[in-house]
């Protein structure tokens, strides 16, 4: 079992639409969670950050998570074609805890989003 | 120049060549990441360097060798790889190494192609 899991797509959406995004993950020691946007021929660039359960509004993006399923979202409302990219998950855990390493990050596999006009 | 930057950003070797892959950071990060991207697979850990010294070598093979004379310069060295060796390199860097939460900023990588 891979200890992050995202949906690889791709997920095709008109403009407009609400956009979810989701991983889950196995390791109970992960505290934080990221969400990082690539666009193509380009390198990921940090779009929301959350630590521990509770949610997270940034303008049209909302990051969720849910530690007792072990399940993070991101949510896209008013979707626009500026939006498609590749959307990774990530995250950490506390020091070494729970076999997690210092300074490391695990990544699910990203979704490929498209928003057509 | 801004951010995390990386050069070349094409690369395409021979497996006998010698190459290097150079990143350099303007953030005053203390530290700094190779990972692969492959298609269709997560990206992966190659080494973290935290204040010029290496912290984590994962299980990468001794065809790729980094180099971290500075906090703000990362060099992957790169001899006799293998076509399977094809990817995406990107470098980042970090503000506080070894603390949780702790984000990283990524270059915009380097196409690597190996004949």
């Known amino acids: 079992q891979k200890e992050v899991e995202q949906d690889p797509g791709p997920l095709s959406v008109p403009e407009g639409a609400i956009v979810s995004l989701n991983c889950t993950y196995s390791?109970?020691?992960?505290?934080?969670f990221m969400w990082y946007r690539q666009y193509s021929r380009k390198g990921p660039e940090l779009l929301m950050y959350?630590?521990?359960?509770g949610n997270k509004e940034d303008g049209r993006f909302t990051a969720q998570v849910d530690k007792s399923s072990k399940y993070i979202s991101l949510f896209i409302r008013d979707s626009q074609p500026s939006d498609s990219a590749t959307y990774l998950c990530?995250?950490?855990?506390?020091?070494?805890?729970?076999?997690?390493?210092?300074?490391?990050?695990?990544f699910g596999q990203g979704t490929i989003l498209t928003v057509h006009p | 120049e801004t951010g995390v930057t990386q050069t070349p950003r094409h690369l395409v070797m021979g497996m006998t060549n010698k190459k290097s892959l150079k990143c350099e950071q303007h953030l005053g990060h203390n530290a700094m990441y190779w990972y692969k991207q492959s298609a269709k697979k997560p990206l992966e850990l190659m080494f973290v360097?935290?204040?010029?010294?290496?912290?984590e070598n994962n299980s990468v093979p001794s065809r790729f060798s980094p180099e971290c004379p500075n906090s703000s310069h990362l060099f992957l060295h790169l001899h006799t790889l293998q076509p399977e060796d094809s990817a995406l390199y990107l470098c980042?860097?970090?503000?506080?190494?070894?603390?949780?939460?702790?984000?990283?900023?990524f270059g915009p990588g380097t196409r690597l192609t190996v004949l």
């Open positions: 360097y935290n204040f010029k010294e290496q912290t």
């Open positions: 959350t630590y521990s359960s």
């Open positions: 990530a995250m950490s855990g506390q020091g070494n805890a729970g076999g997690t390493s210092y300074g490391k990050l695990t």
């Open positions: 980042a860097s970090s503000p506080q190494p070894g603390q949780g939460g702790d984000t990283q900023y």
């Open positions: 390791n109970s020691a992960f505290q934080y």
